[in-house]
């Protein structure tokens, strides 16, 4: 799945906000107060700079030029702020269309109307009062621009039920496809989740006032079974499912259309893939919400699986390769259940799958897999814990040195995570596995995210293929 926020042309009495959720940036941060806290659609969040003088901006790029009609910054405080809002088309030229450098007014919310076409829209602080530092809860910009996806149709939003949670089932082949939820109710207000399948997080909480409405669209990759491809924990129903949930789900319509764009395949075990029930988590699961609108996440990965029984079973391997195409990407993690298997056989299979990705036309990355948590005496992690398997073979180590020898690029997160939670120590570490069930091995949602960040963060740094899908 890819995600990216446009707001619905609106209903009427409805507020549309073209900044809502897009990608925002700052000169300066402080920590967990970063730029997306801004046009989050949350007001208990805000972007807040790292220190206490002027001269301080965000800016939000809409995506694609818009033709913009005005603005509206809530700060933290209702105090007297000094600012001014400028627009450019690349980012580089800027022109101010509103300007209160000058200002003395104290009110929290303050709007500003102009006439401009632009992409990127900035917002400058001049002047601030005693013991106050440049801090803004929401910011929305007004004006109207083309909507990504497909249109919203009212025959697809009469087939979901519910209402906390809201459940829908459209009735589509397997494939690949783009989906618009309009999120919002003309009268009360909104805070929606949204999962596909078998309990893909595709969209985080979005919030959303009375009146307003949110356009999310993203790609999601259909199968059957949904789940895990051999059809262990169930096998869904067949076409596509959707799951509204949160503090009070809001739908107000979904589009759906065919869609062409790359995949992300995800090759693995019970670490990595779609687990059917809650709380077991795969990192794989957790994928979906980071990427925009034009790829899908494809996650291939099944309980109990070593490199060598995803090769050989139909189900798995011989299921995958038929669908890459040029563009796409394969994640290839293996580890965990190659338990007796030597050295020689492990770099054998991931050989094997390198070369099978690359005939494909497709870019295959190696990823180490990601600790156990089995402390030693001493706070650091065991042997087991790094994957040296019981015949003595450095499943890592291995990887590694295929990576090198087939020129793959190499996302090395047995060592992130061992850096992770060897520096949270027993204790804190505990959260991100399932500790309650005495399980060190699988995570919760909250550590298949963090496993998740880590795998991103490691994409980004080698450029790979999906990276400017990424939100």
């Not at 972007?47 to 030029?65: M, P």
């Not at 764009?261 to 670490?271: E, F, M």
């Not at 091995?441 to 999906?466: C, D, I, K, Q, W």
């Amino acid at each position: 799945m890819g995600l990216l926020a446009v707001p619905l042309a609106a209903p009427a009495g409805a507020v549309t906000d073209l900044a809502l959720g897009k990608a925002a940036s700052a000169d300066s941060s402080q920590s967990g107060r970063g730029p997306s806290a801004a046009n989050d659609g949350d007001t208990a969040t805000r972007w807040c700079a790292a220190d206490g003088r002027t001269g301080h901006w965000w800016q939000v790029d809409l995506g694609s030029a818009a033709t913009l009609t005005g603005t509206q910054v809530r700060w933290e405080f209702a105090r007297a702020y000094g600012y001014h809002v400028s627009v450019s088309v690349d980012g580089t030229a800027w022109t101010r269309v509103a300007d209160r450098t000058t200002g003395t007014s104290a009110a929290q919310v303050q709007s500003d109307a102009f006439t401009a076409t632009a992409r990127y829209v900035r917002v400058t602080v001049t002047g601030l009062a005693a013991s106050t530092w440049a801090s803004i809860t929401d910011f929305k910009v007004f004006g109207t621009g083309a909507p990504a996806g497909p249109e919203p149709d009212p025959a697809l939003r009469s087939r979901c039920t519910g209402a906390s949670p809201i459940t829908c089932h459209l009735d589509v082949q397997p494939g690949n496809y783009d989906v618009t939820v309009v999120l919002g109710d003309p009268a009360a207000a909104g805070v929606t989740s949204v999962q596909a399948e078998a309990r893909r997080t595709v969209l985080p909480a979005v919030s959303t006032a009375a009146g307003s409405y949110a356009r999310y669209s993203f790609t999601l990759n259909v199968r059957q079974p949904e789940g895990q491809p051999t059809g262990q924990g169930g096998t869904g129903k067949p076409g596509l499912d959707l799951v509204f949930s949160g503090q009070a789900p809001k739908l107000d319509g979904i589009g759906l259309a065919p869609a062409s764009g790359p995949v992300l395949y995800l090759a693995g075990d019970s670490t990595v893939c779609d687990q059917p029930a809650a709380p077991y988590t795969g990192w794989g699961q957790q994928l979906p919400q980071y990427f925009k609108l034009g790829l899908s996440v494809a996650n291939y990965g099944d309980s109990g699986e070593s490199s060598g029984s995803f090769l050989s079973n139909a189900a798995l391997f011989p299921a995958m390769k038929p669908l890459i195409k040029g563009g796409d990407t394969v994640l290839i993690q293996f580890g965990h259940n190659d338990k007796s298997t030597t050295a020689s056989a492990f770099a054998s299979n991931l050989t094997s799958l390198v070369t099978q990705v690359r005939s494909r036309g497709g870019t295959p990355v190696l990823v180490t897999p990601p600790v156990r948590r089995l402390f030693a005496a001493d706070g650091t992690l065991t042997s087991t814990a790094l994957h040296v398997n019981g015949v003595g073979a450095d499943l890592p180590a291995t990887m590694r040195q295929v990576a090198a020898a087939q020129d793959a690029p190499l996302i090395d997160l047995t060592a992130a995570s061992k850096a992770l939670v060897e520096g949270l120590g027993p204790g804190a570490s505990a959260a991100l596995y399932l500790t309650e069930l005495n399980d060190n091995t699988h995570f919760s949602a909250y550590g298949a995210n963090e496993m998740a960040g880590l795998v991103l963060r490691r994409m980004r740094e080698l450029s790979l293929p999906p990276v400017p899908y990424l939100r």
